[in-house]
Nanobody, 125 residues
Framework: VQLQASGGGLVQAGDSLRLSCAAS????????MGWFRQAPGKEREFVAS????????YYADSVKGRFTISRDNVKNTVYLQMNSLKPEDTAVYYC???????????????????WGQGTQVTVSS
C-alpha cells in the first residue's frame, strides 16, 4: 500500500487549501483513513479521521468547524478541506490508513499501519 499526499503550500491566514491523499491497491474502500500533522519541534497530532464507509468522521477540537475530511472510494482518495487557516495550522500533514479492516474513526496514530510521505502546509499571518 502506498499513500501519496499532495496539495500543500504557502497561504495566508484565512485562506483555504484542499489536501489529497491517493492510495494504491484495491482495498482502500475497506479501511478508515486519517490525517495527522506535525509542526516543527512538536509531536505528531491527530487532525481528522473518516470511517471505511465514509459515514462517520471525527475531528480534533482545534480544527472542528474549519476542516472537513471526505473520501472517494472510486478514486481511492481521501481529502482534507481546510478553511479559515491559521498560522498555528502550519505543519507537515500526513495521511494514514487504519490497520483494521472496516474500522470506524480513530485518533490513535498507533492504529494506523500505512503512512504517506507528508505535504507541507505553511500559513502566514
Amino acid at each position: 500500500v502506498q499513500l501519496q499526499a499532495s496539495g500543500g503550500g504557502l497561504v495566508q491566514a484565512g485562506d483555504s487549501l484542499r489536501l489529497s491523499c491517493a492510495a494504491s491497491g484495491r482495498t482502500f474502500s475497506s479501511y478508515a483513513m486519517g490525517w495527522f500533522r506535525q509542526a516543527p519541534g512538536k509531536e505528531r497530532e491527530f487532525v481528522a479521521s473518516i470511517s471505511w464507509s465514509g459515514d462517520s468522521t471525527y475531528y480534533a477540537d482545534s480544527v472542528k468547524g474549519r476542516f472537513t475530511i471526505s473520501r472517494d472510494n472510486v478514486k481511492n482518495t481521501v481529502y482534507l478541506q481546510m478553511n479559515s487557516l491559521k498560522p498555528e495550522d502550519t505543519a507537515v500533514y500526513y495521511c494514514a490508513r487504519h490497520s483494521r479492516l472496516k474500522s470506524g474513526t480513530s485518533y490513535y496514530p498507533e492504529q494506523y499501519s500505512y503512512w504517506g510521505q507528508g505535504t507541507q502546509v505553511t500559513v502566514s499571518s
